[in-house]
């Protein structure tokens, strides 16, 4: 289409894209194509439920949920003072499969049971940071300090993978005094 510009009384021409500006909007658009493609392949793994490593699994993000919502609560049943010192040494540095519910792992009392994905192993250690006694803490002697622990939750080593990953989350007991 032809144009006359009656401002400038320059005669302008119109006949569409060039061939170089078709080439780099080609390119243009593949690049952009492809990019779009891995996104959504790379995060569609984190929703799939197909994992053939761990059975019962339902994908890595609804995993690692219900494993932090556990997490979170045992440290807050493990974080009471409640619980002695000793009790706690019985069980850390030890790892178990969680038991089927009513029952709770490690023989804690404590609020409702929340689900844990089959096939991940529940473990707790302790920390350099040595925990003082109880009455060390309440009497405020200078060098009594809470101890801080890890709550580790890995699939068996041999199915470790993308889709299932470990998890860990930290925490501190007494929490009166942390």
Partial sequence: MNLF?????????????????????????????????????FTSRFFSTSRPEIEGATGVLVDHHHIYMAMDNLAEILSQPGYRLDELRKISNRCDYPPAPPQRIWGLVGSEKRYFPEGYILCLFSTSFVESSLIELASGLKD???????????????????????????????????
């Fill in 5 to 41: 510009n009656k401002d400038k009384n320059i005669y302008m021409k119109n006949n569409g894209m060039t061939v170089p500006e078709l080439v780099i909007a080609v390119a243009m658009l593949s690049a952009f194509t492809g990019v779009f493609v891995l996104v959504i392949e």
């Fill in 144 to 178: 009594a300090r809470p101890g801080i622990y890890i709550l580790y939750a890995t699939p068996p080593k041999d199915k470790i993978s993308v889709n299932a990953l470990p998890v860990r989350r930290l925490f501190c007991r007494p929490k009166p005094y942390c």
